[in-house]
């Protein structure tokens, strides 16, 4: 009673009793199976819709990871940078034989390519956003040489040319090649100076072609040595932005987050402060800091504190 009898005639199995769930399934494995051909019958569909538009295809493509150019090696030679170089930006490209000293920096964009000849970069030097150094084979035998505590501009170019200490180069400023920049010089925004030219120890050179407009003042001397210390300084912040990995962006992410939006009369966590811990998971403000779903995080760093508490002992 309440179920349908399949079968019982004459040469068929018994009777099986088909009941309501039986049916409910059945028809949810049909349903699976209509939906699993037609997923297959698209996913041919595409396929070949797919194989027909690379057979039309002038000029084939496809995508490629690109990796680092921060330091490249030409012909078996690599860049020689000092362990206590201050910044070299990501996008940035150290090329070949270069030699790059310390406190010295690379921004972003520039590129500073030594392919046919050597490049040499002080110390406390600093090659500014889009800056090209390059060095010249063809045309003429010239590295390029670039002293101490040397300001080369955003989007200058100094092409097989030497800049001895102290040196400054004006933004989208240009020294071409056998050029010679001599100390405490300044080559103006935009100058132009032409290959072979000297440009003499104290002076102010400006125009295309660059040519001495007069001499360099005591105070933009003293301007040059100040900014040099601030681009330095500024490099060291970058350089430790720059290193920071995905965890510690998240974790400044946060606090700037908590920092901007916490009442300042709510309680405020303190670091390093000792009895703040609350049920293993760390001080107030963390838990609400932290990702809600994975409260364990809090458990396995107070594991951690005591292992370590017990290591000291």
């Not at 009898?5 to 049909?30: A, D, E, W, Y």
């Not at 493509?61 to 490249?72: E, K, M």
């Amino acid at each position: 009673e309440g179920h349908q009898l399949i079968g019982g005639s004459i040469g068929n199995p018994p009777p099986i009793p088909l009941s309501f769930s039986n049916c409910v399934k059945t028809m949810t494995s049909l349903g699976a199976r209509i939906v699993t051909a037609a997923s297959n019958a698209a996913r041919k569909i595409g396929q070949g819709l797919d194989g027909i538009g690379k057979s039309m295809e002038v000029c084939k493509y496809s995508d490629r990871l690109v990796p680092s150019t921060r330091f490249v090696a030409v012909d078996g030679v690599s860049p020689t940078v000092s362990p206590l170089t201050a910044f070299v930006a990501p996008s940035a490209s150290v090329i070949g034989d270069v030699t790059l000293g310390k406190n010295s920096s690379v921004w972003y964009g520039a590129t500073v390519r030594g392919d046919v000849h050597k490049i040499v970069i002080g110390e406390n030097t600093s090659v500014g956003d889009r800056a090209v150094i390059h060095v010249a084979k063809i045309q003429g035998d010239f590295p390029s040489l670039i002293g101490d505590n040397v300001t080369i501009g955003p989007g200058a170019i100094v092409h097989a040319a030497t800049l001895n200490d102290n040196a400054v180069i004006g933004p989208s400023a240009q020294v071409l090649d056998g050029a010679v920049v001599e100390k405490n010089a300044i080559v103006g925004p935009g100058s132009v100076v032409t290959p072979g030219t000297i440009v003499k120890e104290g002076e102010y050179w400006s125009g295309s072609p660059a040519k001495m407009e007069r001499k360099v003042t005591a105070a933009e001397l003293e301007s040059m040595s100040e900014s040099s210390l601030d681009t330095l300084e500024l490099a060291r912040m970058h350089a430790v932005e720059c290193d920071k990995d995905l965890a510690q962006l998240v974790k400044d992410k946060e606090m700037y987050e908590d920092a901007t939006t916490r009442d300042p009369e709510y309680w405020h966590p303190h670091e390093g402060k000792d009895g703040e811990d609350v049920l293993g998971q760390g001080a107030p403000g963390l838990i609400f800091d932290s990702v809600l779903t994975n409260p364990e995080e809090g458990l396995k760093l107070n594991q951690k504190k005591k292992a370590a508490a017990a290591e000291q002992k």
